[in-house]
């Protein structure tokens, strides 16, 4: 049984965040198998590009009824990127676009007048202490590329934020949910001690 | 606040890093895979590696070489060289790439850089521009596209192509001064200025860093969300480290 499965549904890079893991000593495995996925004690939801194709694609492989199962199980999942976006109820992208619903709020294209993608290293401000952030110090920089962000409608869920234009949840947390809209596995040191964390959560 | 980016960029020619002044006469700079190692742990925020082989016959050797360095680098690696279809790109991007570029092949099939944004998403076309002035002396008379290492030229405005590459769906654009690359007299800040403005996409500016101020003027005057550079760092003459002490000595948001 594997540790940490990062689902692989057919959408980009997940060698890196396979890789990430690795180099902190954990071990995970990148996989499209039910079995494997069902057997994980975690689970990675990575996903790039546009939200309606992750999630179309996620569909085709019955992985959302699997993630919605599994989560309600209380197994510790992490969305990353638009697999954090993945988490909520509906995305701005291409009219409107249902996510899995695991935690309440959406998804919203920024602002026009901003340079998008927000494409770069930008700050973490952490809302208070979390298990996540073991070893994490305040305002770290992390690697993000994104047109959208997520606007949970529980504020207390936001357990990160992050500056660009508006002030946005980079970081979410509530129960065995957890969602970063960074690249951990981009972002050196400060993610790979953070996929670290999360490796450890209990 | 977004900080600059620092890019080392590897120029890639049968296996090895090498660099070319005004892409010519290249001399050898070490092991692509070596180097990416030593920016990652040096606080590259990015590392590109440019394939300036480039022929379709070496794609699986290529595509090894980018999972080697890429195995050892966690930071974005972007990718380009070559690339000619969206199959190209896939392999790259499986290969552990985050980022493409795109140049020749953008300017013969523009609707490329669509099907790579509309398959992978904006976030990693990087559509890259050669440019160079009209008339070094004046400015005003604007720049023109040039491919093949700066040899031919397209016959297209730098500035159109720009606007129009992000029409299409570049993420962002790799701008590259044929007339300062690899002068180390400073980035062409008029050049970049120029583009950046044009665009709400980040600009990375390339060619002709020599001194520490360069990168700052690039930063600040010339409106780049990055800069690029070679040799100046394979070579060791500053390390990243030394580039962001200074910038930010001067203000600028760096990581």
Redesign the interface.
């Known amino acids: 049984m594997s540790q940490i499965a990062i689902i692989d549904y057919g959408v980009?890079?997940l060698?890196?965040v396979e890789?990430?893991f690795a180099?902190t000593g954990c071990e995970a495995v990148v996989s499209g198998d039910e079995r494997v996925l069902r057997e994980a004690q975690r689970l990675v939801l990575p996903g790039?590009?546009?939200f309606g194709a992750c999630m179309k694609a996620l569909s085709e492989r019955r992985f959302d009824r699997l993630v919605r199962e599994r989560v309600k199980d209380g197994t510790p999942l992490l969305g990353v990127c638009v697999g954090m976006q993945l988490l909520f109820e509906e995305s701005d992208e291409f009219g409107s676009t249902p996510g899995l619903g695991l935690l309440r709020g959406r998804v919203k294209r920024f602002n026009g007048e901003?340079?998008?993608?927000?494409?770069?290293?930008?700050?973490v401000y952490q809302r208070g202490p979390h298990e996540l952030f073991a070893d994490v110090g305040d305002e770290s920089?992390f690697?993000f590329?994104?047109?959208y962000y997520c606007e949970p409608e529980d504020e207390s869920v936001a357990a990160g934020e992050t500056?660009?234009g508006v002030r946005y949840a980079s970081v979410v947390a509530h129960k065995n949910i957890c969602g970063v809209q960074f690249?951990p596995?981009?972002?050196?040191a400060a993610?790979?001690r953070l996929l670290r964390n999360f490796a450890r959560l209990n | 606040m977004l900080a600059k980016r620092i890019i080392p960029c590897l120029d890639v020619d049968n296996g090895r890093v090498v660099k070319g002044i005004r892409f010519v006469s290249l001399v050898d700079a070490g092991d692509p895979v070596e180097q990416g190692k030593r920016y990652d742990a040096e606080g590259a925020d990015e590392l590109t590696f440019l394939d300036i082989t480039a022929s379709s016959d070496k794609r699986d050797i290529v595509t090894d070489l980018v999972r080697r360095v890429a195995d050892e680098v966690f930071i974005p690696f972007t990718v380009g060289g070559g690339l000619r279809t969206v199959e190209d790109i896939r392999a790259i991007l499986r290969a552990g790439a985050d980022k493409i570029t795109l140049n020749t092949a953008a300017l013969e099939q523009p609707e490329l850089i669509s099907a790579c944004a509309e398959t992978f998403g904006s976030q990693c076309v990087v559509v890259a521009i050669d440019a160079r002035g009209r008339n070094a002396d004046d400015v005003t008379r604007g720049w023109e596209v040039y491919t093949h290492g700066g040899r031919r030229n397209v016959g297209i405005d730098a500035l159109e192509w720009t606007i129009r590459a992000q029409q299409l769906g570049a993420g962002e654009i790799l701008l590259t001064s044929m007339d300062c690359d690899g002068t180390r007299n400073g980035y062409d800040i008029e050049l970049t200025r120029a583009v950046s403005s044009a665009v709400r996409i980040p600009v990375i500016a390339s060619g002709g860093a020599g001194r520490l101020e360069h990168f700052y003027e690039a930063l600040t005057d010339g409106g780049a969300s990055a800069v690029l550079a070679a040799s100046l760092f394979h070579f060791g003459e500053f390390s990243i480290a030394e580039v962001k002490e200074y910038l930010r000595g001067r203000g600028v948001t760096v990581r």
Not at chain 1, 114 to 123: E, F, M, Q, S
Not at chain 1, 185 to 188: L, N
């Open positions: 980009g890079n060698r890196s890789k990430a180099a790039v590009g546009a901003l340079v998008v993608p927000h494409v770069g290293w930008n700050r920089f690697y590329v994104h047109s500056d660009y690249h596995e981009k972002s050196q993610g790979l």
